[in-house]
């Protein structure tokens, strides 16, 4: 009877120990400079700088949209009119000619609270009209995120009615190949898509359906012209618009007038779709 106790009591001896350097190797690798802990807290940090960005990123498109609702085509929001805003505070970096922006307020591109919250807010603007020349000669752009317009419904042109080569909303993007299928799904006023992506001479295919719901479209002015690539065009993509403008809307492409007959086009539309 005590050697079997005596037994027990070692077996549980040995246990205990077993589990202690078990729980010291865990601590060790919950605890060390590259243990479990530290590689969470790195993952939250790289998490929150990354919303942060994005935050910005939204924020900057925010305060483009409304210079484009103002009229204003072209700028870009630069480090000055984010230190104008509060959201950025200026520091030239010592010993160098660089002059960096550091987030003063995060509040002020939708981050609540502190680094680690990920709660971002920034409010979509529901309320533009108009993409004329948005991302135009935008070279270095190589797709185009889906939904990017669901938001906009009141949205009436990615184009501009006269323009001649630079008036449309990706027209100049020379690297886009595709476009997504739902691109302009939700933005059923839409009445001018001239030059929209003219001159991408990479788009190779258009999507079926890509107008479907654009029943008010009055012109398609060199929305496809010289996009070099392009061959095919789905059937049916201009059914029920018979009466748009489409001048040069095919001109110095690959697609041929069987092709847009199959589209929807007239005769007339095929006819000026080459010029």
Do not use: H
């Not at 591109?109 to 004329?132: D, M, P, R």
């Not at 010289?226 to 748009?244: F, H, R, S, V």
């Not at 403008?245 to 110095?252: G, Y």
């Amino acid at each position: 009877m005590t050697s079997e106790k005596g037994i027990t009591i070692v077996a549980l001896i040995i246990t205990i120990i077993i589990m202690l350097i078990l729980a010291g190797v865990t601590l060790k690798g919950i605890t060390q400079e590259n243990g479990i802990i530290n590689r969470a807290k790195d993952s939250e940090i790289l998490t929150s700088l990354k919303d942060v960005d994005e935050a910005l990123e939204q924020y900057n498109l925010l305060k483009i949209k409304e210079k484009i609702k103002q009229g204003d085509y072209r700028n870009d929001i630069d480090l000055e009119q984010l230190v104008e805003d509060g959201v950025l505070k200026k520091v030239e970096v010592e010993d160098t000619l660089r002059t960096i922006g550091i987030i003063t307020d995060l509040n002020k591109i939708g981050i609540q609270g502190k680094l680690g919250k990920n709660g971002t807010n920034v409010e979509k603007n529901k309320e533009i009209i108009s993409f004329n020349s948005t991302f135009a000669e935008c070279r270095q752009i190589t797709e185009i995120p889906e939904n990017l317009f669901s938001n906009n419904t009141e949205v009436v042109e990615f184009g501009n009615i006269g323009s001649v080569g630079w008036g449309g909303t990706f027209c100049g993007c020379a690297a886009i190949k595709e476009i997504p299928q739902n691109l302009f799904d939700k933005n059923i006023e839409v009445n001018n898509f001239s030059y929209t992506f003219g001159f991408c001479g990479k788009l190779t295919t258009i999507p079926i359906g890509l107008f479907d719901n654009n029943t008010k479209v009055t012109t398609f002015e060199g929305c496809f012209k010289t996009c070099a690539m392009l061959e095919q065009i789905p059937q049916n993509l201009l059914k029920g618009k018979d009466t748009a403008n489409t001048k040069s809307l095919f001109l110095d492409t690959k697609v041929s007038e069987d092709s847009m007959k199959n589209a929807g086009l007239t005769e007339e539309q095929i006819a000026n779709a080459k010029i």
